[in-house]
């Protein structure tokens, strides 16, 4: 199940629940998940664990970007608008507000790799179906028990 979708043509990045390992802390759920990054040029994935707050945190990216669109028009070369999952503790991306939007993955926070996607998106389509992934990841995980 995709709970974060970031595409345009071959060029996508998707974040799926990755079967049904599930670690439980005293503060939070952890849910092995697998991202996946695709282009005409490079493509790999990466698994590894996120909190259910993460996921969450994600939606209130989307949000923020629904009530202030005018973040995406930020100028180039500035600071990415998100970092998921947020603790440098695993693989993960970032969002840059340039147009067209770029979107830098990284293997890993002691990794020196990161590939980069440039993807024109519709930012209305982006956001609905965003919220529409999360909405129904949390739904899954609450029937699940989690």
Do not use: C
């Amino acid at each position: 199940m995709d709970i974060i979708r970031i595409a345009e043509g071959t060029d996508s990045l998707v974040v799926s629940l990755d079967g049904g390992e599930v670690v439980e802390d005293r503060d939070d759920f952890w849910h092995r998940v697998r991202m996946e990054i695709s282009s005409d040029f490079v493509g790999g994935n990466l698994s590894f664990m996120v909190a259910r707050s993460d996921i969450l945190g994600w939606g209130e990216f989307l949000e923020r970007l629904e009530r202030e669109p005018g973040l995406l028009d930020a100028s180039e070369g500035g600071p990415p608008l998100v970092v998921w999952p947020y603790q440098d503790r695993t693989p993960y991306f970032q969002v840059y507000p340039e147009d067209p939007l770029r979107v830098e993955v990284v293997g890993s926070p002691m990794s020196w790799v990161r590939v980069s996607l440039s993807l024109d998106i519709d930012v209305d389509e982006f956001v609905r179906s965003g919220k529409e992934l999360v909405e129904e990841a949390i739904r899954k995980l609450e029937r699940d028990g989690f």
